[in-house]
């Protein structure tokens, strides 16, 4: 009897069993054709409680600026390699993400990030220093405008002129997946220790040549660096405003740093040497003399030329072009900026070719610095007013150089490129502008920076690649 009753009993629960999974069954076809049922689940935020956490996308604080324009047709293109709209810019779809699918999308990202440095170890990556970002900064300027009246010419320091604004000096170029290191004036010299820095070029060179003076000395009057230019030949000659350079030695680490005025890089040779008035032979093919002199003494070498190369400039200096020890007399190849480049190309040559005899030495080639002339050029009613910071944009996002000359150059050589053509023409607002002492009515220089300024970025950059 009781044996019975245990049989039954166990079929009871079968069968309470069998019903219970024909009534989910039923309830899962029904919610799964009927979605309005789905309002009787609790809220998605008790779903997921369980859930593993995935940390959400970061956002980017805008600069104050929210004017800021979309980039110049000149600079950037709005469309990447692969032809897909860039962030930003306009005429792309904009697509709304749930927060869900954007912490999905962060964390496959930071996934996909670790795959690539597993593959390519950090340390063999080259880092371009031309692709990044202008990021507000309050800790600068490097140096005082005011101070570094040791190294700095009156004519640059915007601090000391009718200027009113000075929010150009409180930015630093953050470069696009990598880091560059903070300059540090006793660092440098450290890593410079028993080594000369040379740079060699026209007035943008000398910009740098005094920015780097202030950047190394924290721009605070130094009494114990050695004024060594007569080591290099570098004295005012008679009649003379200035020598034709400047070099000084830190006594504490034995490091030289020099600048070398040669707007074209190229040998001049006076066609007469009995007339003060002689026109010089300008050799396409042959480097500045004082390269070929003293290339031996020097550790770092940076080279720019460009903006002597216009006829105005030829005749006030009393150039003629020669190649080959003769006048040229291809009209192809006395086109101006043809025969810049054949200057430029030559002395790379020549430098890359010399580079094997002196290991110690690291050449770069600076790309050109932009002008900002506006309605007229200097002399024609040309402008640069804008006060603005980045008005223009702040970020560089093509990978090769805007000065495609000088890129073209150095490919294939042991030259390096200094690029800071496209990261400068975003900074408009940092030129000297109608605020120059020695400026006439309505004459602006929207070609020099003020100081400290753009140029200090330009020897950032330099730092990070020695």
């Known amino acids: 009897m009781k044996v019975g009753n245990l049989h039954k009993l166990r079929g009871n629960k079968l069968s309470l069993s069998l019903i219970a999974l024909l009534c989910t069954s039923l309830i899962f076809w029904a919610w799964d054709k009927t979605p309005i049922l789905t309002t009787f689940l609790p809220p998605p935020e008790q779903l997921d409680i369980l859930a593993p956490v995935v940390p959400a996308r970061t956002s980017v604080t805008p600069l104050e600026n929210t004017n800021e324009q979309p980039f110049a047709k000149e600079e950037l293109s709005a469309v990447d390699r692969h032809g897909n709209a860039l962030p930003d810019e306009p005429g792309g779809e904009v697509v709304d993400v749930s927060p869900t699918d954007s912490s999905m999308r962060s964390s496959l990202e930071k996934e996909d ?11 063999n990556k080259e880092c371009n220093y031309a692709k ?4 507000a900064d309050k800790r600068r300027p490097l140096y005082s405008g005011f101070g570094c009246k040791q190294w700095l010419s009156q004519m640059w320091a915007c601090r000391l002129m009718r200027r009113t604004d000075f929010s150009y000096e409180s930015f630093h170029w953050q470069p696009q997946g990598c880091d560059m290191p903070e300059f540090k004036g006793s660092e440098f010299l450290r890593r410079m220790q028993h080594k000369t820095i040379a740079l060699v070029g026209d007035s943008l060179g000398r910009q740098q040549f005094q920015s780097l003076m202030c950047m190394v000395t924290g721009g605070k009057y130094s009494p114990e660096v050695i004024d060594v230019g007569k080591e290099y030949g570098l004295v005012k000659a008679r009649g003379a405003t200035r020598p034709d350079g400047w070099a000084y030695r830190f006594p504490s680490s034995n490091t030289t ?11 001049l040779e006076p066609l007469n040497r009995s007339s003060p008035a002689t026109p010089y032979a300008m050799h396409l093919d042959r480097p500045a003399t004082f390269l070929k002199q003293h290339l031996h003494r020097f550790d770092v070498l940076v080279l720019n030329t460009g903006h002597h190369w216009n006829r105005g400039k030829f005749r006030a200096n009393r150039w003629e072009m020669y190649v080959s020890g ?3 007399t291809d009209r192809k190849l006395a086109q101006i900026w043809t025969a810049k480049n054949l ?18 030495l690291k050449a770069f080639f600076r790309t050109i610095s932009p002008r900002h002339f506006v309605n007229g050029d200097w002399n024609t009613g040309g402008s640069c007013d804008s006060t603005i910071p980045l008005a223009g944009g702040r970020e560089v996002l093509q990978d090769g150089s805007s000065d495609t000359d000088a ?4 490919r294939g050589t042991r030259v390096k490129l200094l690029d800071i053509t496209a990261l400068s023409r975003l900074r408009d607002e940092g030129h000297i502008s109608r605020y120059s002492i020695k400026a006439s009515t309505g004459v602006h220089d929207c070609l020099h920076w003020c100081l400290p300024g753009i140029p200090d970025t330009w020897n950032e950059i330099l730092y990070a690649q020695l």
Do not use: N
């Open 257 to 267: 740093i020099l600048y070398y005025w040669s707007a074209s890089l190229c040998e």
């Open 113 to 123: 990030k670790g795959k690539e440095s597993e593959k390519v170890p950090a340390e």
């Open 132 to 135: 990044g970002k202008w990021v």
């Open 407 to 410: 890129e073209g150059a150095v």
């Open 326 to 328: 003769k006048p040229i």
């Open 343 to 360: 200057a430029v190309s030559s002395v790379i040559k020549w430098l890359d070719a010399q580079l094997p005899q002196h290991p110690q």
